[in-house]
């Protein structure tokens, strides 16, 4: 069986992770959240590192936390401790590398989540964005009611959390949930980025949100 999380780091100094549970459309378990929290602090400790690719196998990036192993916890506080413990969403965000996200298929859930704690985030064309936890009866639990009024307005914000509704690639360059729609291929659009992060001093220009893409 392959494991769940890919990590792999190149001679330019690329970190990329991918997401390789096809058959579940990427759907995070708590296995892959340990490995990204594993990957992340490799990435981090890692001097060469410059830049993170996040990408996933298959038909989509992520539909999102795997709901079957929702309530298999001991307990509420011992989840509420291993969260506070390895907080994968703070790691992202403070992380010294630059990071891009690869978006394509389905980003519900934690598969939007994570690339909103990324600096770039570039779609294939036809990609679905969503918040849907509502529909479950909870609220989106890897900081997607921070991070999401931060990056799109706060209308388009509340709309989504408060509805689960998916909006598409066009709605999300506008209200600025994504910096690009790769209308020439994805592969080939996130190539360009990697090189143009890879050319500032560590990546500091997409951090800074400087007018690299737009």
Do not use: K
Request: some cysteine.
């Amino acid at each position: 069986m392959s494991a769940p999380i890919l990590f792999d780091i190149d001679s330019r100094g690329l970190a990329t992770i991918t997401l390789n549970r096809p058959e579940r459309l990427n759907a995070i378990s708590m296995e892959m959240r340990d490995l990204l929290w594993t990957y992340l602090g490799a990435c981090r400790d890692t001097p060469d590192v410059r830049v993170i690719l996040f990408r996933g196998e298959g038909a989509a990036f992520s539909a999102g936390a795997d709901i079957s192993e929702f309530g298999s916890a001991p307990s509420v506080i011992e989840a509420r401790n291993a969260r506070n413990q390895r907080d994968l969403w703070r790691e992202l965000l403070g992380h010294r590398c630059a990071t891009l996200a690869a978006m394509h298929g389905y980003c519900f859930g934690a598969g939007l989540e994570l690339p909103l704690c990324c600096d770039v985030r570039i779609a294939a064309q036809g990609t679905r964005f969503a918040l849907p936890e509502v529909t479950l009866a909870y609220i989106p639990s890897a900081g997607g009611t921070q991070t999401l009024p931060r990056t799109v307005p706060p209308g388009v914000g509340a709309q989504m959390i408060l509805t689960g509704e998916p909006i598409g690639t066009d709605a999300a360059l506008r209200w600025g949930l994504i910096d690009e729609v790769a209308e020439s291929g994805l592969e080939m659009a996130v190539e360009r980025a990697v090189e143009r992060l890879l050319a500032t001093d560590e990546g500091m220009a997409a951090r800074a949100r400087l007018p690299l893409w737009r």
